[in-house]
């Protein structure tokens, strides 16, 4: 019965703790269904096995007690003929075959409990299966949107780190207007104060006798 051994964590195994350890979910459940589906095949010929043990347990069990039956009605037919030792004979045979009949009772029930765990362990490895089968699309759809969800989130950090780099930037270019406005400020202090008459002058100091001189000779060669 070394298969009940190999097997007896299957009954009490949890799939979704199993799940909830794994590093990769995907791979985990892919590994799962791989498994218990060799289990599976294992416990399908265990079992039969232990099954066809049970029935024929079973037969031999029944045919003993038919046997039983069948000496007790000789040893009344020997009795109803007056054959007394005969009759003994026949009970003699029945009361060994009433020892083995126990023997073969106790036989029995071990291969029908045997049978009946082996059964339980196969349909909660079907059960198993078919949960993991259910499921499996749902959390592998479940880990890409996860997936997804992390290179969001590096995405963001990066835009949050660029949006870092602008805003020094920003202020850098703050503080090299503030830089130009002050050496302009103090170019103007540097220049002193504005004459408004020396400007003035030079309104009415302009010499246009070059130009004059130019039009008059236009106007000369014009006339001729």
């Given at each position: 019965?070394g298969?009940l051994t190999?097997?007896?964590?299957i009954?009490?195994?949890?799939?979704?703790?199993?799940l909830?350890?794994?590093e990769?979910?995907?791979k985990?459940?892919?590994?799962?269904?791989?498994n218990?589906?060799s289990?599976?095949?294992?416990?399908?010929a265990e079992?039969?096995?232990?099954?066809?043990?049970?029935?024929?347990?079973?037969r031999?069990?029944d045919?003993?007690?038919?046997e039983?039956?069948k000496?007790?009605?000789?040893?009344v037919?020997?009795?109803?003929?007056?054959?007394e030792d005969d009759?003994r004979?026949?009970?003699?045979?029945?009361v060994n075959?009433?020892?083995?009949?126990?023997?073969?009772?106790?036989?029995?029930?071990?291969?029908s409990?045997?049978?009946a765990?082996?059964?339980?362990m196969?349909d909660?490895?079907?059960a198993?299966?078919?949960?993991l089968?259910?499921r499996?699309?749902?959390?592998?759809g479940?880990?890409?949107?996860?997936k997804?969800?992390?290179?969001?989130?590096?995405?963001?950090?990066?835009?949050?780190?660029a949006?870092?780099?602008?805003?020094?930037?920003d202020?850098m270019?703050e503080?090299?207007?503030?830089?130009?406005?002050?050496?302009n400020?103090?170019?103007?202090l540097?220049?002193?104060?504005k004459?408004?008459?020396?400007?003035?002058?030079?309104?009415?100091d302009?010499?246009?006798t070059?130009?004059?001189?130019?039009?008059a000779?236009?106007?000369?060669k014009?006339?001729?």
């Open positions: 019965m298969i190999r097997f007896k964590d009954m009490s195994s949890n799939i979704n703790a199993l909830d350890k794994a990769d979910p995907e985990m459940i892919d590994q799962c269904l791989r218990l589906n289990d599976l095949g294992n416990v399908k079992t039969a096995s232990i099954m066809a043990e049970e029935q024929r347990s079973k031999a069990l045919e003993c007690t038919a039983i039956q000496m007790e009605n000789y040893a037919k020997a009795l109803e003929a007056g054959n009759a004979k026949f009970l003699e045979r029945k075959l009433t020892t083995k009949e126990t023997e073969l009772q106790e036989a029995y029930n071990l291969a409990s045997n049978s765990r082996m059964r339980e196969h909660k490895l079907v198993d299966i078919g949960e089968d259910a499996k699309a749902m959390i592998k479940k880990m890409s949107v996860a997804t969800q992390e290179r969001i989130n590096k995405i963001g950090s990066s835009v949050n780190s949006n870092n780099s602008i805003l020094a930037f202020r270019e503080k090299a207007n503030r830089v130009l406005d002050e050496a400020a103090m170019a103007e540097n220049q002193g104060p004459d408004d008459i020396k400007d003035l002058t030079k309104k009415y302009s010499n246009n070059d130009v004059d001189d130019e039009l000779k236009l106007k000369e014009l006339n001729k």
